[in-house]
């Protein structure tokens, strides 16, 4: 007969977020603890605006061992940590929360070390002193900007409503031809908006024949199989790196913290495929 599960002494931690049921982390960390054998569980909580902060600390008053944290919820939840790690503060947002044991929270933004890991692991680049174009300046392009700023990359940001560009870094116009002109002189392309998302066509405001050979082109819209913006600057001869890594990589730097367990990266990858 099967043990039945969970039981009594199961912990759990979570996602909250509204929507949230698209969430793939539940079968990336739930992957994670059978990986390395902890008797936990992961859920997805779907949260609205108006009930973020009480349900953060009702979740932590009932044991809950750790949470992530997405749209539209990011920002609001600062309000909920006793303290904040320097890149949540800097960002001024947190994905992931851990409880410290005396009923205080810790705020943390892993988006940022995210984007880098992945990087470093499918296309190394140096980025000291490199020119990097990003496409977006909403709340994943923040955290992407700190992570490339804090490298030494000189950042230049395109994006529909202007004026949050030019938070993140030097403007670019929103145009065709400003987008492929700032393109052909990066080492790296970012495109951090949803661009791409749910179609098969590339999407017509992000550069493709513009790119410099050899450059990176990273999109951070995450899909099973690369998305067309991506096969096309491959086939251009870019290298490329997709959204999956990112995810899975901020998803691991959030379990270490929550688990004090090395995250078991290659379970965490299947359980990503594999939802
Ligand atoms: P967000 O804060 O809502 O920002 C959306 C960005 O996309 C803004 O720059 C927005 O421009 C731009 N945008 C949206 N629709 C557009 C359109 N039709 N034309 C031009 N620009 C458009 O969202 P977010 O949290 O930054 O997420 C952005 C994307 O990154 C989503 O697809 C999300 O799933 C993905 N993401 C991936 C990871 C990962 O781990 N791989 C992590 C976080 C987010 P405006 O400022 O003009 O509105």
């Known amino acids: 007969m099967d043990v039945p599960w969970p039981t009594a002494r199961t912990r759990f931690a979570g996602v909250i977020g509204w929507p949230v049921g698209h969430s793939l982390s539940p079968a990336m960390h739930n992957a994670a603890f059978r990986a390395v054998g902890l008797d936990w569980t992961y859920l997805a909580f779907p949260i609205e605006e108006d009930r973020v902060e009480g349900a953060v600390r009702g979740l932590f008053h009932a044991g809950c061992a750790g949470l992530n ?3 539209p919820h990011k920002h609001a939840v600062l309000s909920c940590c006793d303290e904040l790690t320097p890149a949540a503060r800097a960002i001024g947002a947190a994905n992931t ?3 410290l044991g005396d009923g205080r929270v810790r705020g943390d933004n892993t988006d940022a070390v995210g984007f880098l890991r992945a990087l470093d692991e499918a296309a190394p680049l140096d980025l000291a002193g490199a020119d990097v174009l990003m496409i977006g300046a909403g709340g994943a392009a923040r955290a992407i900007a700190y992570a490339l700023t804090g490298r ?5 940001v ?3 409503t202007a004026s949050r560009a030019a938070a993140l870094g030097e403007p670019v116009p929103f145009t065709r031809e400003a987008i492929d002109d700032a393109a052909a002189g990066a080492a790296m392309v970012v495109n951090a908006t949803s661009l791409g998302m749910g179609t098969d066509e ?3 405001d992000l550069p493709v024949r513009a790119l410099a050979p050899g450059a990176v082109a990273y ?3 995450y899909r099973r199989e690369p998305t067309p913006w991506l096969r096309a600057a491959e086939a251009q001869g870019a290298r490329t790196v997709d959204g999956l890594g990112m995810l ?8 270490g913290q929550w688990t004090g367990v090395d995250p078991p990266l290659d379970a965490m990858r299947v359980g990503l495929l594999a939802s």
């Open 69 to 71: 944290v997405t749209i």
């Open 158 to 160: 395109a994006n529909r």
């Open 97 to 99: 929360l851990v409880p």
């Open 152 to 156: 030494g990359a000189r950042l230049l």
């Open 219 to 221: 999109d951070i819209v």
């Open 202 to 204: 590339v999407p017509a």
């Open 248 to 255: 899975l990589h901020q998803g691991a730097a959030a379990f």
